[in-house]
């Protein structure tokens, strides 16, 4: 495999986005990536569009080719990913392996999602159909009940409490309040929500015990980024962020088939595959994106990465080692929690954030100091099929 | 890139299966594969599943994670790959390319489609969707409508008349009517539809000038192969096929973009990519399969491939130089029109069909004499996002 690197990254705002539909938030995101490369509308070779819902969602199917249109990058190859909310980090896999190939040389990977185009139950509905059809979804699983019971398993099994889980929505809401691409723009007080425990209006519960402030928002948004070789990247404006390693695992469909429910096999196979492909281990990394859709989730990542032993995530959380300046900054975006969720682009958007940081461009309070590597994971269905990057600056 | 070939191929019966879901259909066809390349549920190291209507159709997301349980593949990777009714030489290209760069092995692509979950015009506005929304589907335009248009086009142009469709649709439901994984399994007779010509019942317009013969079937389906590099063919049962090329070209969106709507430049371009890849000319290959979603369209992609000069493709179907036999034969296999066109399915159920041919294992009647090299051609939107492929056959 050829090394390859991340060239350019762009964004939008994620949020609800009433004014632009799928083919905007796609458009706009990609232009941000371009620019930020210094390409215009020629030199790409391949677009891979991360999305779930265009069909089911936004009744607009073939929406990578669209795109190529839309941007007039014609007649490079397009097609669009699905892996559910890993969506994204599945579309750069398949970027990045295509470069690696030698065939592609430019390859432009944007993911996004315009889910407020439906009403709140149809959302989860959508989200719901990733579920087993007929050993879960048929039951009226959700994703949130899912989170629910996994959270009260991993409560009885590691004494996790509320209060660890309120730290890491306090902590993500902050950093989302710096952040000019979230989502949820509030920072939120320890004494506000706890004070709130038990009221339906100020943080209902969504799914115990998980409340309202422990779940990501739904969200319309969209995130790129440019690849090409390692060596051609000094073609490029800005300093390159090196793909080092990769991984992808799945695991089973129904959350019921696996032996022990708190494990998340394929959270820490994954992670192993991009850091053993990397050369590196947890306590190398300067700085992570894990997939906190449910606040439980960053904590149970944060320990099947390595970054914590097993049931020493949640105190790790409470001691700050999570927080900008801590042992391992997680989330300095803000996290799936702040930024927000719009499926197919949040592992896109993971990268994004992880490139700002490497290449030094975040201002005081939001950049990690001298970060060399970052570490994502994108969490597809629940658990069932995880993506793993790991990135490092580069010269 | 490290040559890849085929070592594995299946396919199950395409037509109505009101016994079977979208993921039954997807697994037998991959069994098939598996079996046929002597592979159990151990050594896939990625998953791509080709489809577009699994969220519209059949209210199911991330089928790709679900398979790979349903095929006890843990922890192979796993994706699903859209490119609307090109889906399943996109995923082909993008196991290719995965087992090219040296990352993955051995890699499974399956395309399939349950589309007769829904009724009739639910299946046409599915299908319409990836149109453009704002230039075309607002105004109710069906693919069967474009196709219609672009017919009497190039009649107009080309002096093609409604004999030669009609020749098209009885030399591919005759073969057809011999391939045991055809949907459509009568024989027509000229008579037939020429006597039925202004009968409603018999064979209705459906988009003039084109006829309900003129039309690909709505089938469920499903098709499958197995990649692996070429120099660990030999492990494996049968005899390999070489993915000797292979190109994908994109071109506008809207059909009224372009300057002259008779030219399918994305046919032209991603043919001669494949074929150059391959360094081989069109008068090279032994035996084709075209995408005659609509009749008009074999005709069309045959000029477009380089088969015959423009304008000489129709009356190269009277002169049965298309036939089992003559110069180039296409869509042995009975084409979309007798085989179905399951739309996930058919790019894969194409290289299937060319995969038997190069093996030689057709039955008289059906095989290509001493065919050594295959080309494909998968027509996705209205020809806005083209991949073809060039197949060799191995030692």
Chains 1, 2 share one sequence.
Request: aromatic share 6%; with cysteine.
């Amino acid at each position: 495999m050829r090394p390859v690197a991340i060239v350019g990254a762009g964004m939008i705002p994620f949020g609800r986005r009433d004014d632009d539909n799928l083919m905007d938030l796609l458009a706009y995101a990609s232009l941000n990536a371009l620019d930020d490369a210094g390409l215009g509308d020629k030199g790409v070779d391949s677009v891979y569009v991360a999305n779930m819902g265009a069909g089911m969602l936004n009744h607009q199917m073939s929406v990578a080719s669209a795109l190529v249109d839309r941007l007039s990058l014609m007649p490079a190859a397009a097609e669009a990913i699905e892996n559910g909310p890993a969506s994204g980090a599945s579309a750069i896999k398949n970027g990045l392996l295509a470069v690696a190939s030698g065939y592609y040389d430019v390859v432009l990977v944007v993911g996004g999602e315009k889910m407020r185009d439906v009403s709140g139950w149809r959302a989860t509905d959508f989200v719901a159909s990733m579920t087993h059809p007929t050993a879960e979804y048929i039951y009226g699983i959700t994703l949130p009940g899912m989170a629910g019971m996994f959270t009260r398993l991993y409560m009885e099994k590691y004494g996790v409490t509320r209060e660890h889980l309120v730290q890491v929505a306090i902590k993500n809401q902050e950093m989302g309040a710096l952040n000019p691409y979230a989502h949820v723009e509030s920072r939120i007080t320890h004494e506000g929500i706890v004070d709130s425990w038990h009221s339906r209006v100020n943080n209902p519960p969504v799914a115990d015990p998980l409340h309202l402030y422990d779940v990501c928002p739904v969200s319309d948004g969209a995130a790129a980024v440019i690849l090409a070789p390692l060596d051609m990247a000094k073609k490029f404006k800005k300093t390159p962020v090196v793909i080092a390693g990769f991984g992808q695992a799945t695991d089973t469909h129904s959350l019921q088939e696996r032996q022990d429910p708190t494990d998340l096999k394929a959270v820490t196979l994954a992670s192993q595959q991009a850091l053993a492909m990397a050369k590196l281990t947890p306590s190398d990394i300067s700085v992570a994106e894990l997939h906190d859709a449910f606040t439980i989730l960053e904590i149970a990542e944060s320990e099947h990465v390595g970054f914590f032993p097993k049931g020493q995530g949640a105190q790790a959380v409470i001691d700050g080692k999570t927080k900008l300046g801590g042992q391992i900054p997680i989330n300095v975006s803000g996290g799936l929690k702040a930024r927000g969720h719009p499926v197919g682009a949040t592992g896109v958007a993971q990268v994004v954030d992880l490139v700002w940081q490497l290449r030094h461009e975040l201002p005081e309070g939001r950049q990690v100091k001298n970060a060399q590597t970052g570490l994502s994971v994108n969490f597809g269905g629940f658990g069932n099929n995880v993506v793993s990057f790991v990135l490092r600056r580069g010269e």
